[in-house]
């Protein structure tokens, strides 16, 4: 829901690994691991960075950034 909501889509890809949906930033990953840092089991937020990203990636979304 937050990437989603933090690049304006309505849903993800169907087939994420030849359709793209968007792009997500860096800065914008940073935001939401912030947001949802004390439900992850990261150990810091470059951690929960990447854990965000690898989901914004099955969405169909393209990461810069990481």
């Known amino acids: ?3 989603r909501k933090a690049i304006g889509i309505e849903k993800g890809s169907g087939t994420p690994n ?3 949906v968007g792009k997500i930033s ?3 990953l940073e935001e939401i691991a912030r947001m949802k ?3 992850l089991t990261a150990a810091d937020l470059d951690a929960a960075v990447r854990t965000i990203a690898g989901s ?3 969405m169909g979304v393209d ?3 990481v």
């Open 26 to 28: 860096r800065k914008q």
């Open 37 to 39: 840092q004390p439900d």
């Open 1 to 3: 829901m937050l990437i």
């Open 63 to 65: 990461v810069e950034g």
């Open 18 to 20: 030849t359709a793209k």
């Open 56 to 58: 914004a990636r099955s």
